[in-house]
């Protein structure tokens, strides 16, 4: 029998690609940037290649190249990008949208961004799949249905009804994934698909990516920084830095024994050493059996919250995706007035709603929101972005206002040269960065941190962590800071608040919540915690149904 030879194909071939970016700073000189230089890489069906580095390495440019797209002005000036042994780059515009959702797929980092807020998630999901003929209808809708199931959503008959606003974060990153899925590509690009989710959810999705991968033979580019949860998926992982490819191997040998300087450093990252503060007699901030609900909906999504937070000092409030972390946030910030209860804030009762808070409240209390993506104008510079608070609260102006925005962009690790970039222009985590400078703009006495790091690599994350304990030391500044990273919480929280469908089940100091016996659910989300090991998915998706089998 005479083997196909498109059958000995690799599904994605790149070679010595070339990716350049041209800035235009408003009243400046046009320059040319180089995004990606010389890269080459190939995969096979069924294989996963990860792509792991620093904010701004390139690894989200290539993923996008394997669907002939240059986002932002981002154009491809070298080398060929081969999906199924055709060059891609040489088939026009028809060509690229003839393979564009059919044969390669793509899973963005901000699923937020990514959906129509005006079509239902269903007719999202299928839109790819009756485009390109992928049967009808009810075929896939049905294929929908499956995925929704597999991936962990609640309600998967219903749910893809719901429009994007009307469900959490991490459940819309999940839709998105179903959307990758349902037209069977031969590739699937994912870029960050679980940074939004917590651990627990992010482990289901995690092994039901890997068991569609298996089960279709779809090749995947699955691109991260987080080398505990690449290590769960890949064969094989990339290195990148400053657009270069510094190290490729097998997944156990890069994790294991890295060869390049980089790679040992992304590895061998420090865990924070932050010693744990003693609360103060009186508290800054004070949350009293707060109940609330978003508006037209009857279903509580806090039910008798209750919590306080010293001057100075971090509380980490964690838990699934959906158990209200963030909408306490919002209620905190008077973005969402409670049903019942009160926040005070050093001692005094604050307004339920945003409007009628004063000025001074507004600076004094700051938020860092969770999706950099849609927290920006896209028509405004960093300059102008970090500037705006520097106007509003201080009325700095000219140079003063200048050097300013210039300090707070050297305490994020961001020189000069970003000063006239527009959001477009920046990775997803130096996005985030320029929203936590903006925040220090206002010299707030607290900061909510919703998910502050989970967009940017593990050396960058730990600077800014640093950063955040730095200023905390000199300014006494409080954090509220809400993560589902439970590495990020044993490195700087002080005290910790455990949430479970909108209720606290565990809240005390660090070393008291950290310390067994645990409840149940904390310690499933505990146990949830990727680790940098190969197989580590598979033994604890084990002992998960284990565990479920004996309740």
């Given at each position: 029998?005479?083997?196909?030879?498109?059958?000995?194909?690799?599904?994605?071939?790149?070679?010595?690609?070339?990716?350049?970016?041209?800035?235009?700073?408003?009243?400046?000189?046009?320059?040319?940037?180089?995004?990606?230089?010389?890269?080459?890489?190939?995969?096979?069906?069924?294989?996963?290649?990860?792509?792991?580095?620093?904010?701004?390495?390139?690894?989200?440019?290539?993923?996008?190249?394997?669907?002939?797209?240059?986002?932002?002005?981002?154009?491809?000036?070298?080398?060929?990008?081969?999906?199924?042994?055709?060059?891609?780059?040489?088939?026009?515009?028809?060509?690229?949208?003839?393979?564009?959702?059919?044969?390669?797929?793509?899973?963005?980092?901000?699923?937020?961004?990514?959906?129509?807020p005006a079509h239902r998630i269903?007719?999202?999901?299928?839109?790819?799949?009756?485009?390109?003929?992928?049967?009808?209808?009810?075929?896939?809708?049905?294929?929908?249905?499956?995925?929704?199931?597999?991936?962990?959503?609640?309600?998967?008959?219903?749910?893809?009804?719901?429009?994007?606003?009307?469900?959490?974060g991490g459940q819309l990153q999940?839709?998105?994934?179903?959307?990758?899925?349902?037209?069977?590509?031969?590739?699937?690009?994912?870029?960050?698909?679980?940074?939004?989710?917590?651990?627990?959810?992010?482990?289901?999705?995690?092994?039901?990516?890997?068991?569609?991968?298996?089960?279709?033979?779809?090749?995947?580019?699955?691109?991260?920084?987080?080398?505990?949860?690449?290590?769960?998926?890949?064969?094989?992982?990339?290195?990148?830095?400053?657009?270069?490819?510094?190290?490729?191997?097998?997944?156990?040998?890069?994790?294991?024994?890295?060869?390049?300087?980089?790679?040992?450093?992304?590895?061998?990252?420090?865990?924070?050493?932050?010693?744990?503060?003693?609360?103060?007699?009186?508290?800054?901030?004070?949350?009293?059996?707060?109940?609330?609900?978003?508006?037209?909906?009857?279903?509580?999504?806090?039910?008798?919250?209750?919590?306080?937070?010293?001057?100075?000092?971090?509380?980490?409030?964690?838990?699934?995706?959906?158990?209200?972390?963030?909408?306490?946030?919002?209620?905190?910030?008077?973005?969402?007035?409670?049903?019942?209860?009160?926040?005070?804030?050093?001692?005094?009762?604050?307004?339920?709603?945003?409007?009628?808070?004063?000025?001074?409240?507004?600076?004094?209390?700051?938020?860092?929101?969770?999706?950099?993506?849609?927290?920006?104008?896209?028509?405004?510079?960093?300059?102008?972005?970090?500037?705006?608070?520097?106007?509003?609260?201080?009325?700095?102006?000219?140079?003063?206002?200048?050097?300013?925005?210039?300090?707070?962009?050297?305490?994020?690790?961001?020189?000069?040269?970003?000063?006239?970039?527009?959001?477009?222009?920046?990775?997803?985590?130096?996005?985030?960065?320029?929203?936590?400078?903006?925040?220090?703009?206002?010299?707030?006495?607290?900061?909510?941190?919703?998910?502050?790091?989970?967009?940017?690599?593990?050396?960058?994350?730990?600077?800014?962590?640093?950063?955040?304990?730095?200023?905390?030391?000199?300014?006494?500044?409080?954090?509220?800071?809400?993560?589902?990273?439970?590495?990020?919480?044993?490195?700087?929280?002080?005290?910790?608040?455990?949430?479970?469908?909108?209720?606290?089940?565990?809240?005390?100091?660090?070393?008291?919540?950290?310390?067994?016996?645990?409840?149940?659910?904390?310690?499933?989300?505990?146990?949830?915690?990727?680790?940098?090991?190969?197989?580590?998915?598979?033994?604890?998706?084990?002992?998960?149904?284990?565990?479920?089998?004996?309740?």
């Amino acid at each position: 029998m005479i083997e196909n030879p498109a059958a000995q194909l690799p599904v994605l071939d790149i070679r010595h690609l070339r990716i350049e970016a041209t800035v235009h700073p408003p009243g400046g000189v046009a320059r040319n940037l180089v995004i990606v230089d010389d890269v080459s890489l190939t995969l096979q069906k069924g294989r996963v290649l990860g792509l792991i580095g620093e904010s701004g390495a390139g690894k989200s440019t290539i993923g996008l190249s394997a669907l002939g797209y240059g986002r932002g002005g981002v154009r491809i000036t070298g080398g060929e990008v081969f999906l199924q042994g055709r060059d891609i780059l040489q088939g026009g515009a028809a060509g690229l949208r003839a393979l564009r959702g059919k044969q390669v797929a793509y899973v963005a980092q901000s699923a937020a961004a990514a959906f129509n807020p005006a079509h239902r998630i269903l007719t999202q999901v299928v839109e790819a799949s009756l485009h390109h003929g992928m049967g009808n209808r009810a075929q896939a809708q049905e294929r929908a249905l499956a995925l929704f199931e597999k991936l962990g959503l609640p309600d998967p008959e219903n749910f893809g009804q719901r429009f994007p606003h009307q469900v959490s974060g991490g459940q819309l990153q999940r839709a998105m994934t179903a959307m990758a899925l349902c037209a069977q590509p031969d590739l699937i690009v994912f870029d960050e698909p679980t940074t939004a989710l917590d651990v627990t959810t992010q482990m289901g999705v995690l092994a039901a990516i890997k068991e569609a991968i298996r089960d279709t033979g779809v090749a995947a580019l699955y691109i991260t920084h987080d080398l505990a949860v690449v290590a769960q998926v890949s064969d094989d992982i990339m290195v990148l830095r400053h657009g270069k490819m510094v190290e490729l191997g097998a997944t156990e040998q890069i994790i294991h024994a890295p060869q390049h300087d980089y790679s040992r450093a992304l590895v061998s990252v420090r865990s924070i050493a932050h010693e744990e503060k003693v609360p103060t007699p009186v508290p800054l901030l004070e949350v009293r059996q707060v109940q609330a609900a978003y508006p037209g909906t009857s279903a509580k999504v806090l039910d008798g919250v209750s919590l306080t937070l010293s001057p100075g000092q971090t509380l980490a409030v964690v838990g699934e995706s959906g158990s209200g972390k963030s909408t306490l946030a919002r209620v905190v910030t008077g973005l969402l007035a409670p049903l019942q209860g009160e926040i005070l804030f050093e001692g005094r009762a604050l307004s339920p709603g945003l409007p009628q808070r004063s000025k001074e409240d507004l600076r004094a209390l700051q938020m860092v929101y969770q999706m950099a993506d849609v927290a920006m104008n896209p028509r405004h510079t960093v300059a102008k972005i970090i500037g705006r608070p520097l106007e509003f609260y201080f009325g700095m102006q000219g140079l003063e206002k200048e050097r300013r925005v210039q300090e707070l962009l050297d305490q994020i690790e961001m020189g000069a040269g970003y000063l006239d970039r527009y959001p477009a222009e920046l990775s997803g985590g130096q996005k985030q960065r320029v929203c936590i400078a903006r925040a220090l703009a206002a010299r707030p006495k607290l900061i909510i941190c919703d998910e502050v790091t989970s967009a940017l690599d593990p050396l960058v994350a730990d600077g800014i962590l640093k950063l955040l304990l730095n200023l905390q030391k000199t300014e006494a500044v409080a954090y509220l800071f809400i993560t589902h990273d439970l590495a990020t919480v044993k490195a700087i929280a002080d005290s910790i608040a455990v949430m479970h469908r909108g209720r606290i089940v565990r809240y005390g100091s660090k070393t008291s919540v950290l310390t067994p016996p645990f409840d149940d659910y904390t310690d499933l989300l505990l146990a949830s915690m990727p680790q940098m090991q190969t197989g580590w998915l598979e033994s604890a998706m084990a002992r998960r149904k284990m565990a479920s089998a004996h309740d």
